[in-house]
């Protein structure tokens, strides 16, 4: 498994975080009739024709919002159903953006099932010498032809009678009018600010709004040219389908142009297709990235690694899978390019390896070949302190060839090696039932009397189960991984819902327990508060996310998310 495309799916995944909130995907899990959970009947974006090849970001709704909002009536509790209804008025209205128009009165009665969004292009006139100019699309399924076009010419009628001076041009048998439309409310010290605006029907299916009218015309060129079109584009289909679940919403993301776009260094060229579908507990995710650089792999993985077993049900972050050694080297390389990597993931390892001085690349996880788990654990008593605790199984015969080949007398002996250079002394003690090894550091202290305590701090447990090397980072750590088959995470109800929607064979998984972690996270990274400010109000219903990947065949790495909502 390469770890730095399974991040790039995650960083997409993260980003995407943001658009649910702005779309208001948000608690829409489940509807009766039941079609939705099976997604919509059409499978891939029937306005990808107008969309060029290279746009940056394209994101489409494949179902008409109100249906949405009745399968969400009919789930949610009774005390929920208001709530629930506000935030569905709240993206029915955001589809139309900082205009003037009204949902429920200019665009219900024709909007068909299908909305998509696109940035078409970088730079409009590309002229760098006078500043980049965005294009901007969104073309509407009708239902109704007939009232669409009444609804654009009242809206231009309005407009005209406000003063705005429109201007109109036939283009290939299309309509197109254009004017300013103002944004937001005036009033007699602040007038509003307006913004471009073109639109026009084109045959007897859709409405198109641009911000300018070259942007109308080479959508309509990419129709008439479908060489240039992104629904012709063979890398585009051959995403679309390697994705097997059911859908209601597209992202595609075009990342070399979205590097362009953000300013952003991504790891990989190619792109990145992501189908969004409905769950009665949440929203399921599924990836396509296209980078040819990757070498094919296959999910072999078709349930829970047993290493499991030993982190605790408690534990509100984990990772397990197998191959641990391509993980890591996967998202260092990812790290270094994405800041928000590096602080979330890499740099608790970073004090890991401090606590313990040594190189986790060159010291454990070069051997960890086989099976693991890795899992937060928090302190008794405490809710904010946490260990941790990593479970691998050195049973694997390439686990062990790496070990007699790195380490001749073995890993523990490097360990005690390495800890005794840092002034740590190697010792044991009974824990349980059982004897653990404990790497201690003392410490002196001077109390009242110039009387002196010496007290030994452990820095590091480790013991051996089975085929299982077990390490942590307190003995309290360790008694609960070792007590943890009492109730382990492996075994827990919670984690089983959470990793039911992922497809299987997959690579393992990384999985989060909002309610547990969101406290921690929120103290240890201050970022993680603006991200759930920009996903409001998803992050008000986030229960749990769990991530996985799925392999590399020809030339696409798929992968999936679960986002659990209550």
Same mark, same amino acid.
């Given at each position: 498994?390469?770890?730095?495309?399974? /991040?790039?799916?995650?960083?997409?995944?993260?980003?995407?975080?943001?658009?649910?909130?702005?779309?208001?995907?948000? +608690?829409?899990?489940?509807?009766?009739?039941?079609?939705?959970?099976?997604?919509?009947?059409?499978?891939?974006?029937?306005?990808?024709?107008?969309?060029?090849?290279?746009?940056?970001?394209?994101?489409?709704?494949?179902?008409?919002?109100?249906?949405?909002?009745?399968?969400?009536?009919?789930?949610?509790?009774?005390? *929920?159903?208001?709530?629930?209804?506000?935030?569905?008025?709240?993206?029915?209205?955001?589809?139309?953006?900082?205009?003037?128009?009204?949902?429920?009165?200019?665009?219900?009665?024709?909007?068909?099932?299908?909305?998509?969004?696109?940035?078409? @292009?970088?730079?409009?006139?590309?002229?760098?010498?006078?500043?980049?100019?965005?294009?901007?699309?969104?073309?509407?399924?009708?239902?109704?032809?007939?009232?669409?076009?009444?609804?654009?010419?009242?809206?231009?009628?309005? +407009?005209?009678?406000?003063?705005?001076? /429109?201007?109109?041009?036939?283009?290939?048998?299309?309509?197109?009018?254009?004017?300013?439309?103002?944004?937001?409310?005036?009033?007699?010290?602040?007038?509003?600010?307006?913004?471009?605006?073109?639109?026009?029907?084109?045959?007897?299916?859709?409405?198109?709004?641009?911000?300018?009218?070259?942007? /109308?015309?080479?959508?309509?060129?990419?129709? !008439?040219?479908?060489?240039?079109?992104?629904?012709?584009?063979?890398?585009?289909?051959?995403?679309?389908?390697?994705?097997?679940?059911?859908?209601?919403?597209?992202?595609?993301?075009?990342?070399?142009?979205?590097?362009?776009?953000?300013?952003?260094?991504?790891? #990989?060229?190619?792109?990145?297709?992501?189908?969004?579908?409905?769950? +009665? !507990?949440?929203?399921?995710?599924?990836?396509?990235?296209?980078?040819?650089?990757?070498?094919?792999?296959?999910?072999?993985?078709?349930?829970?690694?047993?290493?499991?077993?030993?982190?605790?049900?408690?534990?509100?972050?984990?990772?397990?899978?197998?191959?641990?050694?391509?993980?890591?080297?996967?998202?260092?390389?990812?790290?270094?390019?994405?800041?928000?990597?590096?602080?979330?993931? #890499?740099?608790?390892?970073?004090?890991?390896?401090?606590?313990?001085?040594?190189?986790?690349?060159?010291?454990?996880? @070069?051997?960890?070949?086989?099976?693991?788990?890795?899992?937060?654990?928090?302190?008794?008593?405490?809710?904010? +302190?946490?260990?941790?605790?990593?479970?691998?199984? $050195?049973?694997?015969?390439?686990? #062990?060839?790496?070990? &007699?080949?790195?380490?001749? *007398?073995?890993?523990?002996?490097?360990? *005690?090696?390495? &800890?005794?250079?840092?002034?740590?002394?190697?010792?044991?003690?009974?824990?349980?039932?059982?004897?653990?090894?404990?790497?201690? =550091?003392?410490?002196?202290? $001077?109390?009242?009397?110039?009387?002196?305590?010496?007290?030994?701090?452990?820095?590091?447990?480790?013991?051996?189960?089975?085929?299982?090397?077990?390490?942590?980072?307190?003995?309290?750590?360790?008694?609960?991984?070792?007590?943890?088959?009492? *109730?382990?995470?492996?075994?827990?109800?919670?984690?089983?819902?959470?990793?039911?929607?992922? #497809?299987?064979?997959?690579?393992?998984?990384?999985?989060?327990?909002?309610?547990? &972690?969101?406290?921690?996270?929120? =103290?240890?990274?201050?970022?993680?508060?603006?991200?759930?400010?920009?996903?409001?109000?998803?992050?008000?219903?986030?229960?749990?996310? $769990?991530?996985?990947?799925?392999?590399?065949? @020809?030339?696409?790495?798929?992968?999936?998310?679960?986002?659990?909502?209550?």
């Amino acid at each position: 498994m390469k770890f730095r495309s399974f /991040l790039t799916i995650l960083a997409a995944i993260a980003s995407l975080l943001f658009l649910i909130g702005s779309f208001g995907f948000v +608690r829409i899990f489940a509807q009766s009739p039941l079609a939705l959970l099976r997604g919509s009947p059409i499978e891939s974006p029937t306005a990808a024709m107008f969309i060029p090849r290279q746009a940056p970001l394209v994101a489409s709704l494949l179902v008409n919002p109100d249906r949405l909002q009745t399968l969400r009536q009919v789930i949610a509790k009774p005390s *929920d159903r208001r709530a629930a209804r506000a935030e569905l008025d709240q993206f029915k209205q955001g589809i139309l953006g900082s205009t003037d128009l009204d949902y429920q009165r200019d665009v219900q009665p024709w909007l068909g099932d299908e909305v998509t969004a696109a940035i078409t @292009s970088l730079d409009l006139d590309r002229d760098e010498s006078n500043g980049a100019e965005r294009g901007y699309l969104l073309a509407m399924l009708t239902k109704d032809p007939q009232r669409s076009r009444e609804f654009l010419q009242l809206f231009w009628q309005k +407009r005209a009678l406000a003063g705005t001076d /429109l201007a109109f041009e036939s283009y290939k048998g299309t309509t197109i009018i254009s004017g300013n439309v103002a944004q937001g409310n005036e009033t007699a010290t602040e007038p509003s600010e307006s913004t471009p605006l073109s639109t026009g029907v084109v045959g007897s299916r859709y409405v198109l709004f641009a911000n300018s009218p070259k942007v /109308l015309k080479d959508a309509i060129n990419n129709v !008439q040219a479908s060489e240039l079109n992104l629904a012709s584009s063979a890398d585009y289909q051959r995403a679309i389908s390697t994705l097997k679940d059911g859908r209601v919403g597209v992202v595609f993301l075009n990342l070399p142009q979205l590097k362009t776009l953000t300013g952003e260094e991504l790891p #990989q060229e190619g792109s990145l297709t992501i189908a969004l579908g409905l769950n +009665r !507990q949440g929203l399921i995710a599924e990836t396509a990235l296209l980078d040819g650089s990757e070498p094919a792999t296959q999910a072999s993985l078709s349930k829970p690694v047993g290493a499991l077993q030993y982190i605790p049900a408690t534990s509100p972050l984990s990772a397990s899978g197998s191959h641990l050694d391509h993980l890591w080297a996967g998202l260092s390389n990812t790290a270094s390019q994405y800041d928000f990597v590096a602080q979330l993931v #890499q740099q608790p390892l970073v004090d890991l390896e401090k606590q313990w001085h040594i190189k986790l690349e060159d010291d454990i996880f @070069s051997w960890a070949t086989g099976d693991y788990a890795l899992g937060l654990v928090p302190q008794p008593g405490t809710e904010h +302190r946490l260990d941790w605790v990593f479970v691998a199984d $050195t049973s694997d015969p390439a686990a #062990q060839g790496a070990i &007699a080949t790195q380490f001749p *007398d073995g890993v523990i002996a490097h360990l *005690d090696a390495i &800890a005794q250079q840092q002034g740590i002394s190697p010792g044991s003690l009974p824990l349980g039932d059982r004897t653990v090894n404990v790497w201690t =550091r003392l410490a002196a202290e $001077t109390l009242p009397k110039q009387e002196i305590s010496v007290e030994a701090q452990v820095t590091g447990v480790h013991t051996s189960v089975g085929k299982y090397e077990i390490f942590a980072t307190s003995l309290e750590a360790m008694d609960a991984a070792l007590t943890a088959e009492k *109730d382990a995470l492996a075994d827990s109800p919670k984690f089983a819902r959470a990793i039911a929607p992922i #497809q299987t064979p997959n690579n393992g998984y990384f999985y989060v327990d909002w309610d547990k &972690a969101q406290p921690v996270m929120e =103290r240890q990274f201050p970022f993680v508060q603006l991200v759930e400010l920009a996903g409001q109000p998803l992050f008000n219903h986030l229960r749990s996310l $769990t991530i996985s990947n799925y392999g590399n065949e @020809s030339g696409v790495q798929r992968g999936g998310a679960f986002i659990q909502l209550n």
